[in-house]
């Protein structure tokens, strides 16, 4: 899937927002500036949240929860993360009993964790539009792909 624009990201995130299940899993795969955080910020906008959608890369686990989104949500980046065992101390299993999580720079952590999500990449073409490129495990089954 070709996205011409850093609206059409947006676009893609709102859609996706509205298939959204607790337990779900989305990494975000791409070079800086790919539109990973933009994508976020659209599921993110589609989920109902109004005010400004920060990068989570010094925050590391930016939490968004209900009334102010209709579905619990952690927005992680784990760029800084350099010591796999860090990342238990997130809490990631505890957010997924009621919410789902939108991840960046998911290769820091173990595949196997992955394994049931959506997995999304992101690629800046020449043109300046971005290759979407993807993987869904079962759990996305008849719901994946949106579009």
Known sequence: MILQS????????KQLADILLPGDK???T?????GKTTLARG???GLGFE???????????????????RLSLAHVDFY??????EIQELGLDDILMDGAIIAEWPDRMADSFWTEG???????RNDNTRQLTWTAGP?????????
């Open 30 to 34: 791409g070079t800086l500036g790919a």
């Open 6 to 13: 850093e609206a059409a990201t947006m676009a893609l995130g």
């Open 51 to 69: 005010d400004d959608v920060p990068s989570p890369t010094f925050a590391i686990v930016q939490q968004y929860e209900p009334p102010e989104v």
């Open 26 to 28: 989305i990494a975000l």
């Open 118 to 124: 959506l997995q999304i990449t992101l690629e800046i």
């Open 139 to 147: 759990a996305w089954k008849d719901r994946w792909p949106i579009i």
């Open 43 to 45: 599921l993110l906008r």
């Open 80 to 85: 800084r993360i350099e010591d796999p065992n």
